[in-house]
């Protein structure tokens, strides 16, 4: 027994030991290397990311908060009518409803998401309330909405936008069930930031899947699948296909991959070829990811061609065209 003992003993410091170097394996990984990052930056998906960054940028410059800002950024996406994806203007569900999913996270671990919501406006503002005015990390459906009217949230006429509708009713024509997230029906924004001091956060809003099974949730209000922040380490974001995404726990291993030295590049390459592993029919599937680390360095990548990114820094907010999996 006492050999037992001692054998525990041993091995229990021997991971005390282990577990720093793992820890460490990141900072000392940058130190030897040059590190070419800069803060503040933000980074969210697609072209609709462009005007986003703007006002996500705007907020920033005016709290210094930048949780405000990835919040302010994604809130005007939620109000562009012209785009079909975010939002209550989003295209709806199989029966004709439009439910949105939210997620918003700092990099001190606290969080918020709210899932298959219905009426209202900014999802996004509601993941913030879970986050900051109750003990819990998701609130769902029926139950998110008696939250919003608790909270002050006005609830919004059910009713599909012009564009939304008039796609549903062509969509109806042969009401075909193919969930399908590629280049021309892509959809969340997620977006991802970082301040002058190292302070990250990140938020993710979508109306999800054109078309999809009415309580279908896919990653975006999922912690570690849509949405991950770490101010040790960095954050990631993802949009595409959702169930291909929460397989792998995207975002999550993005930010554990970098937490073991890999740069965000290298970790986004990672997670896509992961995705595709795991994936069955994966010339009808996109999904993308992005990835800052704590320095500032940026990485995105996805699994066919067309994901673009709008990255903002002092220097400008431009549109790029992230590399790929599978080239063209």
Not at 258 to 266: A, F
Request: hydrophobic content about 40%.
């Amino acid at each position: 027994m006492s050999q037992r003992r001692k054998f525990i003993k041993q091995s229990l410091v021997g991971s005390a030991i282990f577990l720093p170097g793992v820890a460490s394996a990141y900072t000392s990984s940058a130190a030897q290397r040059s590190v070419a990052g800069e803060k503040p930056v933000i980074l969210s998906t697609w072209n609709h990311g462009v005007p986003a960054n703007a006002d996500a940028w705007a907020k920033l410059n005016e709290t210094g908060n930048i949780l405000d800002a990835v919040e302010a950024g994604v809130r005007n996406t939620e109000l562009d009518l012209t785009n079909l994806s975010v939002g209550l203007q989003g295209l709806p569900d199989r029966e004709g409803i439009t439910t949105l999913d939210a997620s918003i996270m700092t990099g001190d671990g606290a969080c918020g998401s709210v899932a298959f919501v219905r009426q209202i406006k900014h999802p996004i503002s509601l993941a913030r309330a879970v986050m900051e005015k109750t003990p819990h990390v998701m609130i769902v459906g029926e139950g998110a909405r008696q939250f919003a009217i608790e909270q002050g949230f006005p609830l919004e006429k059910e009713v599909l936008s012009p564009n939304a509708q008039k796609e549903y009713d062509k969509w109806k024509e042969k009401s075909e069930y193919k969930p399908i997230i590629n280049i021309e029906n892509h959809d969340t924004i997620g977006m991802i930031g970082i301040d002058a001091n190292g302070k990250l956060a990140g938020s993710c809003t979508t109306s999800g899947l054109a078309y999809k099974m009415h309580g279908r949730v896919g990653d975006s209000p999922i912690i570690g699948a849509g949405l991950y922040v770490d101010d040790e380490v960095g954050a990631a974001t993802a949009t595409g296909l959702g169930e291909t995404i929460i397989r792998i726990c995207g975002s999550f291993l993005i930010v554990e991959l970098m937490r073991q030295g890999r740069t965000p590049q290298e970790a986004c390459e990672e997670a896509v070829r992961r995705l595709v592993t795991k994936s069955k029919n994966i010339k009808d599937i996109q999904a993308g990811f992005l990835a800052i680390n704590k320095y500032g360095e940026t990485g995105a990548y996805a699994v066919h061609p067309g994901f673009n990114f709008a990255k903002a820094t002092a220097s400008g907010n431009l549109l790029i065209d992230s590399n790929s999996h599978f080239k063209p």
